[in-house]
Nanobody, 121 residues
Framework: QVQLVESGGGLVQAGGSLRLSCAASGNILQINSMAWYRQAPGKQRDLVATITSGGGTNYADSVKGRFTISRDNAKNTVYLQMNSLKPEDTAVYYC???????????????WGQGTQVTVAS
């Protein structure tokens, strides 16, 4: 099994910044892609940003230029730096990690528990 622990959410004023972290632990041979999703009340869970094992990144149009995803492979941790936050960024943010594990064929994806981000106008 793999455990993901998220931290860094909270309440911030519009225009402010937050940094989310997601640390993976457990039966991990190699982490492939890492990503952040978010889900606002009454809405579906949407992809925010992804980062590959080689460091390639992709972002949702709504966060381009404001959010930055990064990873520390030595710590099995993915980060999301969020700047110029807007009220519409308010959501529960989830990390998602795809990893190879000992004794298991193929990639498995795991979800973090979610962390609330609230942006006040």
């Amino acid at each position: 099994q793999v455990q993901l622990v998220e931290s860094g959410g909270g309440l911030v004023q519009a225009g402010g910044s937050l940094r989310l972290s997601c640390a993976a632990s457990g039966n991990i041979l190699q982490i492939n892609s890492m990503a952040w999703y978010r889900q606002a009340p009454g809405k579906q869970r949407d992809l925010v940003a992804t980062i590959t094992s080689g460091g390639g990144t992709n972002y949702a149009d709504s966060v381009k230029g404001r959010f930055t995803i990064s990873r520390d492979n030595a710590k099995n941790t993915v980060y999301l730096q969020m700047n110029s936050l807007k009220p519409e960024d308010t959501a529960v943010y989830y990390c998602n990690v795809a990893t190879f594990q000992a004794g298991i064929f193929g990639l498995r994806a795991y979800w973090g528990q979610g962390t609330q981000v609230t942006v006040a106008s």
